[in-house]
Nanobody
């Protein structure tokens, strides 16, 4: 499956953005999809994941209550709605996918995913 992340941009602190991850070449409904982010000062870190068949959606503590992940299997799309953005949210955001349902600890791990999109830059100004 090929992934393409888009929707990044420049936004002021307190604003919102919605990132999209489009999949082609496979049935997205059978994949767990995660969002990760990376800036120049940190390793790639987990943001949120959405699993096959629904259930709980894990979030990192830093975004919990502000970000919401969702999916539209009919459109082969996964979204990350980001509200109340902070300057520390500035990063390149990547979507990633792996076939099947992952347990929470797996869904939060960079190494758990087989497919990655190219990343989209989010810049939050103070």
């Amino acid at each position: 499956v090929q992934l393409q992340a888009f929707g990044g941009g420049l936004v002021q602190a307190g604003g919102s953005l919605r990132l999209s991850c489009a999949a082609s070449g496979g049935s997205f409904s059978t994949y767990t999809v995660g969002w990760f982010r990376q800036n120049s000062r940190k390793d790639r870190e987990f943001v949120a994941a959405i699993r096959v068949g629904g259930g709980s959606t894990p979030y990192s503590d830093s975004v919990k209550g502000r970000f919401t992940i969702s999916r539209d299997n009919a459109k082969n799309m996964v979204y990350l709605q980001m509200n109340y953005l902070k300057p520390e949210d500035t990063a390149v955001y990547y979507c990633a996918a792996r076939v099947g349902r992952l347990i929470t600890s797996q869904a939060m791990g960079v190494s758990s995913y087989d497919y990655w999109g190219q990343g989209t830059l989010v810049t939050v100004s103070s």
